[in-house]
Structures are given as C-alpha cells and as structure tokens.
C-alpha cells in the first residue's frame, strides 16, 4: 500500500526503532526563541551536556520585543532576551537580535531565509511551527524539556501521529482568503478534531494558494488540536524557494527538486480520517468566542448558547459570550471594536501586508490600527513597495517586527474590555492581555473593519 | 524527574472545557528564565475570582485536578506544567489533552490521565459531593479508584516506565549515540545548515 506525506516524511528521519518504545526522529531544522529556551539551557549546562549541532539551530528574538524603536523598558523581559543572546553566544547558535536585519518572528524568518524546505523535520518551542508544514515539512511544537532534548541530541523520541486528509474541494470565490479557510475548518471540526493527527491539506483550493497563503493554514492546525498540518510540494514551493539564501544551488538544487517532487501521499494510501470541506461557499470568516473554533460567517449572527446540543459546547458558549461581552442573536456587522491589529506568524508576511494596504489606500482609519511586519526583512519589503506609506496616509501605525499585539508579553496589549479585530491565532480569555477581547479575521477584514470601526469585509465598504 | 507510582490525594472539579495553557499561566508569566516560582500564575486571571473553585477552601491541599475535555490546548509552554507542580498537582484527569502538553507533562512527572467523559463527570461530582473524598491515581495498575468508582485508564507502556522509573529522556536517548551519528552520516547533502 503507498504512503502518506506524513509517513514518507516520518520514516525518511527514523533514527531508531524498537518495539514498545517511541521512535528516535532525527530533527534537521531547531528554531528558538527567547521564551521557551532559557531553562533548557539551564538544564543543558546542570548535566554537563552541549548543543549536539549549533550548525542545524538558529534563535531570534520576537516574543517580548517592543515594536517601537528603543530599549526593552520592561526589566524581566529584557533579561529574558538578554539570556538569549548569553546562551546562543555561549553554545555558539547563530542569533538574529533586535534591530538586526534578519530579525522577525520565528516562524517567519526559517522560510525567508530558504532554511524550511520540503521533507524536513522542523522544531520549535512553540507550536505555532506548524506554519512550516506548508513547504511538505514535518513541523511540530515542542515543551522546553524537549527543546533540550533536541539541543542535546539533535532528536527526538515521538510515536507517529495518525494522519488525516482535509479535502478542500473548488475554488475560494473572490475576497475570501487562507485565513477565512482555516477558521472554517477550525469551526467544522472542533479545536480538539485533529488531536492526534498530522493533517495534510489537499485539492484544488489548496493547490491554488501562494506560499504566504499555504502558511496561513498550516499554522493554524495547532488550533484545531493536530500535532502537525502539511502541504505537498510543488511548482509554487519550488520557485517560493529557489534562489534564496538557504537554499540549494547549482547540481544539488537539481538533485532536492527531483527529490521534493516524490513527496506527495501516493495514490492508493489510505488516511487514518479523511474531512471534506467545500471552498466555493465559503465566506469571510470571524470568531465571536474565546476559542479558534468559535467562528462564523461575518454575515451572520453571534450564536446563542441554545444553538449547541452538546452540554459541553453549550456551557463553553455560555462562558464566551459573557466574557466577550456580546448577546446571542446581534449581528456580527454590528460588533464595534476599539483595535485592529494585522500581524503574526499567521498573517504578518508581505502578501497580509499588501491586501491590508490594497482596502486601506485612500481610505482613513477610525480605530487604533497596529500594523507590525513579522520580520525586518517583511518591514524592508514594504516600505520598498510604499505600503507604509499608504497605513500611514490612512491613520494607521507602522511599527517594527515582533509578535506583538499576538499575546500579551510585550508592551502591545489590549486594556480590560477593549476588543480587537486581530489576524493572529487565538481568541482566548486575556491572549492579547488581561480581559482583551479578541476577534480572529484577515487582514482583509481588519483592515476594512479599521476603516469602519465595526466588523466589516471589504465588499461592505 | 520524581517517580510516579501510584498517588492518593484529594481532587478538585474543574468544570471548564478548553482550557488553554493560556489561563492556565498567563503569557505575563512566561518572562521568567528560570524552572520555579510559576505556582502564583496558575490560572492567574480565574483566581481574581472569589468564587472560582482554586478559591474554595475546602479544596485547599489537593493534588489532583479533574477539568473538563480539552485540558492543556494551545501554546507550547511548558510553563503550564511547572506552574500546576509547584502548586502542588501531581495529577490533571481529563477527557481530552492538548498533544504537547501531555507530552510536556510526562517530560515532567505530571500525570496526565484520560478517562471517558461520563468518567470524568462522576468523579467531579464526587468530589463536589465529598470534597474530603481521596482519589487514587495507580499508575501500575493503570487504575482511577474513588470509594466503589473504579476506573482503567490507558497509557503507552513506555511512557508509564519512564514514569515509575523517574528517567531522564535525554539519558536515554544519549545511549544511542552511535545510532544518530550514523543517521548523520546519511543525510542528504543540500539539507541547510544554518552557518
Ligand atoms: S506571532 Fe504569536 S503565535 Fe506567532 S510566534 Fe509570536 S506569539 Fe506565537
């Protein structure tokens, strides 16, 4: 019988195998951050041990960056960040600071530097890594223990996920984006629906994505629960890849394309589960709850408790109603937010960036508006096309590379009761600070919502 | 890692699902660089809270902590495991677990214990009945016992030996450090490096 992505990928990194016990994966790509590192290195150095390949591990500083030029103000996170750069000039890891070009958030610097590439195993302390299963790598998030586990010994021990196919049939009509797919996926199978799962998008819809795009949705799998979510490799993958710095040149690009293009599930595997989802009746997409999966159409209203039949969705709907200060039954378009905040691993690259501007140019904004470029090297990209231009014509704030208003580590939060439209990840209770209130959307819709105040898709403007 | 054989102590009854590592330690939380100290941000925000249940006295000492489906979704922190330990679980019982923070708590000797949900439902009102009531956790016999409730519960068979061992992942791997130089030495040669 064939094999899956997932299991092609898996097996090709088995470094050891025995019965009754988890298999030993070897790991090619290890991406760090100043958040979850700092007590592996601790450990690292209470037992003696060292970084097995410096050469194969690369650190950035995103979390509790200041998005305003200037010094980290608050102390604890300063030395946090200042442990960072002790540990990565100590076990010699190469590190992308403040300020420097390179800089951004993890999750977007490994594939613009051409450092995620289709069949590899990526790790990260955060599990957000999902986002490089785009390229047909093997990318999941792990606790700091593992992260020293992977600084040792450049493995780690796993038993093989189940994998899953979520079908995604026909094409996204116009003006509805990754984003709006995946919070529809999210919604159709529940945050727990892939628990257990290495998820692999496929059909046409998916086919038709751009690499920003196919990142989106892998990097919201966590979101629905799954260990992983994948894309097979193709054209799209090759020319996103080629010529970048990390990737490979000359007869060994050859030799990696010829190789990238066998990964993809082959005609007769089988999924352990298999979701069907129908692109063409999709429609911008907004949570109205504290959790992904708590997403409806914006043209529709927030549900009511009563809507759901089971008890434990019920009280779940209950709960987020209240905290997100909201009545069942008021119409979505009608929700007024104080925030928009466009930026994130999820949709903080240069594609996000010119859909925003595309709704904002000529137009003024009459909300806080946050944009923050995922990376230096987004921000550059940018301003060279004139887009920071355009936020800033529209009232808008251009700000420099983190993670931002994404969670509350850093100076960008919400105060108690505000609500954002936000094109992060997660709508839980305090993510983007103490009793913030947060609607997942586009970028589309953020910006055309900054531009209204309530929540709004382009088409509405 | 302490070993985990088998625990007695009292519960208490979470009746939240999705409980995400976000609530359970707030990202304010996450600034620290080193393992201790988390214990004041579990469930930080919740606790502001008179009547959330962590507040109830009579529940004050117990070590195990029984939450609805969906315990541990979310981010990657480990964190989310420390701050539980140093409050003093030994113990989360749960229909459903977010995958890497099972997999964080067993890393940690923080055992995670899947029950079926109508399980998971008469344990807590059990204890919500008899806040007093102690509850067995037997990892050997793979047991949940509660007065006549006795419940089996799965775990693989090498993470449950690691546990009553107390073993040190990272030790075990290392045995093997021939197998990955081996492997290392047939990667494919245009795999990046990051120098
Ligand atoms: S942007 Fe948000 S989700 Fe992504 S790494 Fe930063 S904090 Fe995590």
Redo the contacts between chains.
């Keep these: 019988m064939g094999r899956t992505l997932a299991e092609k990928v898996w097996e090709k990194h088995v ?2 195998r025995a019965e ?3 298999d ?1 994966l ?1 790991i ?2 290890h991406l760090i951050h100043e ?2 590192s ?2 592996a290195f ?1 450990g690292l150095r209470l ?1 003696g ?1 060292t970084v ?1 390949r ?5 650190a950035t500083e995103d ?2 960056v200041p998005t305003v030029l200037g010094p980290i103000a ?1 102390l ?2 300063r ?2 960040v200042e ?1 960072l750069r002790k540990n990565t000039a100590e076990f010699g ?2 590190l992308h600071p403040m300020g420097d070009a390179g800089q951004g958030v993890v999750h977007i610097i490994g594939p613009q530097f ?2 995620t ?1 289709p069949g ?1 195993t990526v790790v990260c ?3 957000h890594t999902s986002t490089h299963g785009a390229f047909g790598a093997l990318a ?7 992260v ?2 992977v600084l ?4 780690l ?1 796993a ?1 093989r ?1 189940k994998t899953m196919a979520i079908e995604v049939a026909g094409q996204l009509p116009v003006g509805v984006t990754a984003k709006d797919l995946i919070l529809a996926i999210i919604a159709q199978i529940g ?2 629906g892939g ?2 799962y290495i998820v692999e998008y496929r059909g046409e819809a998916v086919r038709k994505l751009s690499m920003e795009g196919r990142m989106t949705v892998c990097n919201m799998s ?1 979101e629905a ?1 799954a ?1 992983a979510g994948m894309i097979a490799p193709d054209e799209t993958t090759f020319e996103y890849l080629r010529g970048r710095p ?3 040149t000359g007869t ?2 050859d ?2 394309v010829e ?1 990238w293009k066998s990964l993809r599930t082959d005609d007769d595997a089988e999924f352990d589960k298999v979701v069907h989802i129908d692109a063409s009746t999709l429609t911008p997409f907004v949570t109205w709850g ?2 992904p999966g708590q997403g409806v159409p914006i043209g529709s209203a927030v549900p009511s408790p009563e809507d759901f039949a089971d008890p ?2 019920r ?2 709907a209950e ?1 987020a109603l209240e905290y997100m200060g909201l009545a069942a039954g008021t119409p979505l378009r009608d929700v007024e937010v104080d925030t928009v905040f466009v930026g994130s691993c999820t949709n903080g690259r240069i594609e996000d960036l010119r859909a925003a501007a595309d709704i904002l140019r000529g137009r003024t904004v009459v909300t806080r508006t946050l944009i923050v470029p995922g990376s230096m090297q987004v921000k550059k990209a940018a301003e060279e096309e004139g887009l920071h231009e355009v936020f800033k014509a529209a009232g808008a704030e251009w700000r420099e590379a983190g993670c931002s208003m994404c ?3 850093n100076p960008d939060t919400l105060k108690p009761g505000e609500r954002s439209a936000s094109t992060s990840n ?1 709508n ?4 983007q600070g ?1 009793g913030g209130r947060t609607h997942l959307v586009s970028p589309q819709v953020a910006a055309a919502t900054a531009v209204t105040g309530r929540l709004t898709a382009p088409a509405d403007l | 890692m302490d070993a985990f054989t088998t625990h007695t102590g009292r519960a208490v009854p979470l ?4 409980v ?1 590592t ?2 359970i330690i ?3 939380w ?6 201790t100290g988390f214990e004041n941000g579990l469930f930080s ?1 919740w606790r502001e809270d008179p009547a959330f249940v962590l507040n109830d006295p009579v529940y004050e000492g117990a070590s195990i902590l029984v939450s ?3 315990f541990g ?7 989310a ?1 420390w701050a539980l330990q140093q409050y003093g679980f030994r113990v989360v019982i749960s229909a ?1 677990f ?3 923070f099972r ?2 708590s067993t ?2 000797g923080l055992l995670p214990v899947v029950l079926p ?1 109508d399980v998971v439902e008469r344990v807590q009102a059990a204890v919500e009945a008899d806040p007093a009531a102690e509850v067995t956790v037997d990892l050997v016999e793979r047991q949940v016992r509660l007065g006549d409730l006795v419940a089996e519960f799965e775990i ?3 993470t449950r030996w690691r546990l009553m061992e107390g073993l040190d ?2 030790g ?3 045995r ?2 021939d ?2 130089a081996e ?2 030495n047939g ?9």
């Design positions: 470094v050891r009754g016990e988890p030993v070897y090619d790509l958040v979850t700092p007590q601790d037992s041990r097995r410096p050469d194969l591990t690369i979390h509790n608050d604890v996170s030395t946090q442990t890891i190469r051409g450092l590439q590899m302390g955060d599990s999941f998030g792990i606790g700091t223990s593992e020293e586990h040792a010994t450049q493995t021990p038993y996920p945050t727990g628990q257990g966590i629960g260990r990390h990737a490979p060994a690009w030799e990696a190789y504290t959790n434990v969705q009280s779940a709960r969670l509350g580590m997660r839980f209770e305090g993510r103490k | 009746r939240r699902s999705n995400d976000d609530q707030p990202a304010v996450l600034k620290q660089v080193s393992r925000a609805g489906p969906d979704t979310g981010s990657s922190r480990e964190h495991v459903r977010g995958d890497i997999n964080n890393k940690m949900a693989d068979d090498y992942d990272i075990l791997t290392l093997h450090a197998d990955i492997y290392e990667r494919q040669r245009w795999l990046p490096t990051t120098v």
